[in-house]
């Protein structure tokens, strides 16, 4: 009897499973199930149960185009689109917006698996998004321990032929851990650092990197928390405030404080923004708004808890979590030199935009 390996990725509560009977590098396997959820998720939107029940003819179509014999062949959105239909009539229009403006001529056979001959734009433009997550770790002290970036450059290509273009970075020494779409020209990129690629057509994953050390975090965040199981009672003090944003005010910015489970009551309120407490989770959602650099006002969130009487009253969770949006800004110091374009005579329209994001930004209190 022969064995059988198991490699799954969870998304929404749903397991996608890859099953191999033979030595099989595991990332090629976690990168192909991943790819089927980026690709469901065009296609259906929100990946579910019931919307995978509801659409499991549109799968199996997917997995029909996607895979021959086991092995990966088709994972490009943009001819999975001529492959297979998207199911509804909402999706359907957006791959009908998508498409409006393209006149495919050519019916040879393309130099590039991802890329069909004979596209044709009226308007040729090709747009970048950098989009960075940063991860931070606070001690209770107010020491960075650990402030680094994941990030992931997007890209919606909409030119005409089969354009050659390179992306040039001011300073690409910084970037780690690198992975690319298989369009771009590896070699090329540890000769120079210039990432050359014939793109896709459409929107698509350019790349990925990584940045770690960074010296600051965009806001600070001073909690202070105590509970006392003699007296019942509790209070609870955050401060917060911008350091280092490039003069940018921080957008969408909460703040996620725990609490002990055991909770009656508090009195808790904020001088800007609202405060709501989840009894579910037991966690005060502090959700400040905007933050602008010009503001001198004190932005803090205080006030009293009350606890049962008489109990034994476990600790609150160790983290006060930030959440918050920078635009127009790249926090890690990444910024793109020059998009070139050759191989073509058109001069297309090219921007680039910088955005960051918190991922795992957590505050400790002890």
């Known amino acids: 009897?022969?064995?059988?390996?198991?490699?799954?990725?969870?998304?929404?509560?749903?397991?996608?499973?890859?099953?191999?009977?033979?030595?099989?590098?595991?990332?090629?396997?976690?990168?192909?199930?991943?790819?089927?959820?980026?690709?469901?998720?065009?296609?259906?939107?929100q990946v579910d149960d019931n919307s995978i029940k509801q659409n499991f003819v549109v799968l199996y179509q997917l997995l029909d185009e996607m895979i021959d014999n086991g092995f990966p062949i088709t994972t490009e959105l943009s001819l999975l689109y001529d492959l297979v239909k998207p199911p509804s009539n909402v999706i359907q229009s957006i791959a009908n917006s998508v498409n409006s403006h393209v006149k495919s001529g050519g019916h040879g056979i393309s130099p590039v698996p991802w890329r069909k001959l004979g596209i044709k734009y009226p308007n040729?433009?090709?747009?970048?998004?950098?989009?960075?997550?940063?991860?931070?770790?606070?001690?209770?002290?107010?020491?960075?321990?650990?402030?680094?970036?994941?990030?992931?450059?997007?890209?919606?290509?909409?030119?005409?032929?089969?354009?050659?273009?390179s992306l040039t970075f001011k300073q690409p020494q910084m970037l780690e851990d690198v992975s690319f779409h298989p369009c771009v020209r590896y070699a090329k990129f540890e000769q120079d650092r210039t990432v050359s690629f014939v793109p896709p057509d459409g929107e698509f994953v350019l790349m990925t990197y990584r940045i770690t050390n960074l010296p600051m975090a965009p806001i600070y965040c001073r909690p202070q928390l105590s509970f006392n199981?003699?007296?019942?009672?509790?209070?609870?003090?955050?401060?917060?405030?911008?350091?280092?944003?490039?003069?940018?005010?921080l957008e969408e910015v909460k703040v996620i404080i725990p609490l002990p489970c055991q909770l009656e009551s508090h009195t808790i309120s904020a001088t800007v923004g609202s405060v709501a407490f989840d009894p579910v989770l037991k966690q005060l959602v502090w959700k400040v708004g905007k933050i602008d650099p010009q503001d001198k006002k004190t932005i803090s969130c205080s006030g009293g808890v009350r606890l049962p009487d008489k109990s034994n009253v476990a600790k609150a969770g160790t983290a006060v979590l930030v959440d918050f949006k920078l635009g127009t800004v790249a926090l890690s110091g990444v910024k793109v030199d020059a998009v070139n374009l050759k191989s073509e005579t058109y001069k297309p329209y090219k921007g680039v935009r910088y955005q960051t994001f918190a991922g795992r930004f957590e505050v400790r209190t002890y």
């Open 229 to 249: 199981t003699n007296n019942n009672s509790g209070t609870v003090n955050v401060m917060l405030g911008l350091r280092h944003t490039s003069g940018k005010p």
């Open 1 to 45: 009897m022969s064995n059988h390996y198991i490699i799954h990725v969870l998304r929404s509560d749903v397991f996608f499973v890859g099953v191999v009977q033979s030595e099989t590098p595991p990332l090629m396997v976690v990168e192909l199930l991943n790819r089927l959820v980026e690709i469901l998720t065009s296609y259906i939107g």
């Open 124 to 165: 040729n433009e090709v747009f970048f998004d950098l989009d960075e997550e940063m991860n931070c770790i606070i001690d209770v002290n107010g020491n960075s321990l650990l402030c680094e970036v994941n990030a992931k450059i997007n890209c919606n290509c909409k030119l005409s032929g089969m354009p050659d273009l």
